[in-house]
């Protein structure tokens, strides 16, 4: 069984950029939820894809988009990018959409905003 | 907005102590409580979680205490050991069917000594 992957790993880019992270969920999972973690700060939800469609969306602008394949793996998109957004981007897979089914988070995707 | 609150910030232990990390919550709607523990360049990794229909629940060398009326739970870790020293997270969600986003404390750092 292989786990939750992202890639990439490290990511450098200047404001106004965009970019896109990418999530491999782990087997058998029909759902991938994205956060947000701050330099020091827990994770911040920013929205999460069941069946390759949005349910539910976190405290966050329109330029953070999201793709949920039919292999259910997942895209982050962030447009115009700004220093704000230098963070750790967490993808979590789960199965299903109950309250406690858990979540297996990947390593995440360093993003630095220059 | 902070929904859930987490204290100590850091916390030093010995080496076979107990390590408390405390959390209080402001949403009574949230009906499932986890307990993540993050290593440096990992993602969390669920520890143990509870259901606010019972007080206590205990794994291992770890327990989480649950206070619905005071809206407030806990995590203990007892014989506490080096292998433990990482960064510790209370979230909660809610509602089956619902998304089930998870919103975070801001973390508790956690050196245990020798």
């Known amino acids: 069984e292989t786990g939750v992957t992202q890639s990439p790993t490290h990511l450098i880019k200047t404001r106004g950029q965009q970019v896109t992270l990418r999530c491999s969920s782990q087997?058998?999972?029909?759902?991938v939820s994205w956060y947000q973690q701050a330099l020091g700060q827990g994770p911040q939800f920013i929205f999460q894809?069941?069946?390759?469609?949005?349910?539910g969306r976190g405290n966050f602008p329109p330029r953070f988009s999201g793709l949920q394949f039919p292999n259910y793996s997942s895209e982050l998109n962030v447009n115009a990018l700004e220093l704000d957004d230098s963070a750790l981007y967490l993808c979590?897979?789960?199965?299903?959409?109950?309250?406690?089914?858990?979540?297996?988070f990947g390593p995440g995707t360093r993003l630095t905003v220059l | 907005q902070q929904q859930v609150k987490q204290s100590p910030q850091s916390l030093i232990v010995q080496k076979g102590g107990i390590s408390i990390i405390n959390c209080a919550y402001e949403?009574?709607?949230?009906?499932?409580f986890p307990w993540y523990q993050q290593f440096p360049g990992k993602g969390p990794a669920l520890l143990i979680a509870?259901?606010?229909?019972?007080s206590e629940k205990k794994e291992g060398r770890f327990t989480i205490s649950f206070n619905k009326s005071a809206k407030q739970f806990s995590l203990h870790i007892m014989d506490s050991q080096p292998g433990d020293s990482a960064t510790y997270f209370c979230?909660?969600?809610?509602?089956?069917?619902?998304?089930?986003?998870?919103?975070f404390g801001t973390g508790t750092r956690l050196q245990v000594t020798l």
């Open positions: 949403n009574t709607a949230f009906d499932y």
């Open positions: 509870i259901r606010p229909d019972v």
């Open positions: 979590a897979s789960s199965q299903g959409l109950a309250a406690n089914n858990e979540q297996f």
């Open positions: 979230a909660a969600s809610k509602g089956a069917g619902t998304a089930s986003k998870l919103t």
């Open positions: 894809y069941y069946r390759e469609e949005e349910n």
């Open positions: 087997s058998g999972h029909n759902t």
